[in-house]
Structures are given as structure tokens and as C-alpha cells.
């Protein structure tokens, strides 16, 4: 299949073949058509499948050209970082159209964002916090809405914007296209799901549960204490040329990446609490090459577009199952292999017996050779649990005995 039979408008057709793309993911394939027809759908595939574009393409083919009765279509992220690129895209297959289009997220000045809706804008790409913030003030007017995308919905209830989500949704218009997309279906999201959505049409691409056959990932059992010292070892003794380090908290990014730098290691950081210029610079930098190190909290996990990483480093046991596989998603995309490794402390022994039973896979443990280890790594792979022996209590096995 080719992009030229998705009935999609030729203005974006050409866009995407400018940008280098012939054919279409399997996500692209099933939910663009659907899209086109007008109707609902609820979306899942993993990180890396080209979801973004599966709504972006089709809301710009049905919005055509600009309109009068601003916003047409709200696009809803969790971060100011899927925000910016879901814009970024928007921008790129939609320049060949005069559709006008708004960029709104917290960390900024109101000043740009006020001139955007005042001129009219037919799209809106929004994180839910600044957005109620406009619409409090009157900023903004959803009234003529007519498509609504809810993208990374896990996510945003993972963050605590739920409330949010479902005051943004009830200023909608009921008579409208709802395009919603998240990477795993847990009751709650779905019970969202039904609330939102009138007679959806579901696209599953794989189970989010699966890990890419790209990635060779493993755990590095170590004491707790150690993690620092066995990073720096990892990074002394890895060939790499480029490495996202996952944090838990934003205290332990910050940590890592004063002991980084105070290796002489080329570090940025990203967390909820850098401002959002230190943030964008942080990321523009990695991309380009200017830092050799990204120390992260789970806002990089999912859906950022950053190609080329060599390696991920957990320096801690993901606590979400789901955010394994997304954080070790972002090594080995596009065909390329990629190492993904766990730094495990006997404390997270619950974490990563949660992760191994959702990939349904035992996770090899490996040690650094070199490193002075203080205890020596347990490098067993746990197998399958074998059934305790009955103790005997007196009865032999054949009948009408009793051992006295």
C-alpha cells in the first residue's frame, strides 16, 4: 500500500513524499482510512510505529483549508515535548495548505500563544494545564470544535490529568470526530474510553508488552550503593555514541548528572522541573550531538522522536511495567540494534518480577567484568517456580499404612 491510495488529501501526499515516506506503518494503514471516513477510533501500538502521523495526516486532509470558526481540531499531550512534535509534524505535511495552527503549554509566556488565538487557529496542539488555564480566562472558545484527539492517554492519567482531560472534553461539542490513542487499555482507560468515544472503531497493532527484537537489553544486579560507581564503569567500557540514562526521581537526574559532569562527561538533563527553554535546549542538544548523555525522568520514555541513541541505561528499576518497554524503545528503532540495561538492587526485586511477568520473558542478568563488585552479582535467572514436596506426616504411600 502507498499513501496515494489512504484518500488522503494530494497537498499532504506530497508533503509526505518530500519528507521521504512511500508507504505506510500498520498503524498508518488501518487507522488513516478510518479516520477519513469521519468515524471514531481508539488506537494502540507501540512507541516508534508512526502514530503520530496516523491523526495528523488524516486531520489535515479533513480540515482541507483554513476556516473562520477557530479551533476545528484540539490535539491533547501529556508534555510540552510531544506537544511541540506533534506541531512540528503539523507544520511539515500541512505547508502546502493555509491552515493556521496554535502551539499551548505551560513554562512560557501567554504572550504568543494569546496573538495565535486571536488570529484564528484551525488546530490547536495543547498539554491540558495551560489549556484550562485559557479557557478560564476566555481565551479560547471550543465551541466549533470538530475533531478531538486524546494522544498518549495513559500518560496523561499516569500525571494526574484526568480531571482535566474530562473538563476539556465536556467543553466540546458531543457532535464532533474523537481520535484517541494510548499505548495500554487498563479499565480506567477505558471506562474514559467509552465516556469519550461514540461507536469507536479499535486499531491494535501489537501488544505494548512485547519488546523489540532489536534490542538486546539485560539486568546488572549491584548493592544499591554501587550504582554510581558501575554507571561510570558502563560508560568507560561501552562503545556508544549516544545514551538516554532513566532516572526514577528528578532528585537522582540531577544527582547522575552532577557526578557525570564531574567525569567530564558531556550531560544534559531532562525533568518536570527544568524550565521549558532548559528543557528544549537539553533536547535539541542531545539530538545534535552536543551532549553524549541524556539523564532523564520518564518525560523522554515515550513518544519523543530521537533517533540514533545507542544505548539506554536504567539507573533504576522502572516501577511501571509499561515504562520498561517504552524507555528501552528508545534504542535499536528504525532497523537499527541498540543495548538497553537495568542497574538492579535486591530492594526492586518487586518491580522487576512485575516487568518480566508483563514481557513474559525472563531478563538475562549479566555482570561488568572489570568492575569491583562489594558482593558478588547473583546472576541466576529465576525459572519457573517448582511445586514444594508434601512433607510427610506419618503416611506412607501404600494403602493402610502408618508410620509409627
Known amino acids: 500500500m502507498t499513501f496515494d491510495e489512504l484518500n488522503l488529501l494530494p497537498a499532504v501526499v506530497q508533503a509526505v513524499r518530500e519528507k521521504g515516506y512511500e508507504n505506510p506503518t500498520p498503524i498508518q494503514a488501518q487507522a488513516i482510512p478510518v479516520v477519513m471516513e469521519g468515524k471514531d477510533v481508539i488506537g494502540s501500538a507501540q512507541t516508534g510505529t508512526g502514530k503520530t502521523a496516523a491523526f495528523t495526516l488524516p486531520l489535515l486532509s479533513r480540515l482541507e483549508k483554513h476556516s473562520d470558526k477557530c479551533p476545528r481540531a484540539l490535539i491533547l499531550e501529556p508534555t510540552r515535548e510531544l506537544a511541540g512534535q506533534v506541531d512540528d509534524q503539523l507544520v511539515f ?47 479560547i472558545d471550543l465551541s466549533n470544535l470538530e475533531i478531538l484527539v486524546l494522544d ?35 479499565d480506567k482507560i477505558l471506562s ?90 537539553a533536547l535539541q542538544g542531545f539530538k545534535e550531538g552536543k551532549y553524549e548523555i ?28 509499561e515504562d520498561y518497554v517504552h524507555r528501552i524503545g528508545r534504542t535499536g528503532r528504525a532497523a537499527t540494534e541498540g543495548e538497553a540495561f537495568t542497574l538492579y538492587s535486591t530492594d526492586e526485586l518487586a518491580f522487576l518480577d512485575a516487568i518480566e511477568r508483563f514481557i513474559e520473558k525472563k531478563i538475562p542478568r549479566r555482570k561488568l567484568e572489570g568492575f ?25 504411600s501404600k494403602p493402610g499404612g502408618f508410620r509409627r
Open 372 to 396: 569491583r563488585y562489594r558482593t558478588e552479582p547473583d546472576l541466576r535467572v529465576p525459572g519457573t517456580a517448582i511445586a514444594r514436596k508434601k512433607r510427610n506426616r506419618g503416611f506412607n
Open 93 to 139: 505535511y500541512g505547508k502546502h495548505q493555509d491552515l493556521t495552527k496554535c502551539l499551548i503549554y505551560g513554562g512560557v509566556k501567554y504572550g504568543a500563544q494569546l496573538k495565535a488565538l486571536e488570529e484564528g487557529a484551525d488546530v490547536v496542539v495543547a498539554t491540558p494545564g495551560r489549556l484550562i488555564d485559557h479557557i478560564e480566562q476566555g481565551n
Open 152 to 186: 498518549e492517554v495513559d500518560r496523561m492519567l499516569d500525571m494526574g490529568f484526568i480531571d482535566q482531560v474530562t473538563q476539556i472534553v465536556r467543553k466540546c461539542p458531543k457532535e464532533r470526530q474523537t481520535l484517541f490513542f494510548s499505548a495500554t487499555m487498563a
Open 294 to 321: 541524556l539523564v532523564a525522568t520518564d518525560i523522554a520514555s515515550r513518544g519523543l522522536d530521537i533517533s540514533g541513541v545507542t544505548h539506554v541505561i536504567n539507573y533504576n528499576v522502572p516501577q511501571n511495567c
Open 192 to 281: 474514559l474510553a467509552d465516556w469519550v468515544l461514540n461507536d469507536p472503531v479499535r486499531v491494535k497493532i501489537e501488544s505494548n508488552s512485547k519488546t523489540a527484537d532489536t534490542v538486546d537489553h539485560a539486568i546488572f544486579p549491584v548493592d544499591g550503593i554501587q550504582k554510581y560507581d558501575l554507571l561510570l564503569a558502563m560508560l568507560e567500557k561501552f562503545d556508544y555514541n549516544s545514551v538516554l540514562v532513566f532516572t526514577r526521581t528528578k532528585m537522582d537526574a540531577d544527582r547522575v548528572t552532577r557526578w557525570l559532569l564531574d567525569h567530564d562527561h558531556k550531560v544534559a538533563t531532562m525533568h518536570a522541573d527544568r524550565s521549558q527553554s532548559e528543557r528544549r535546549e
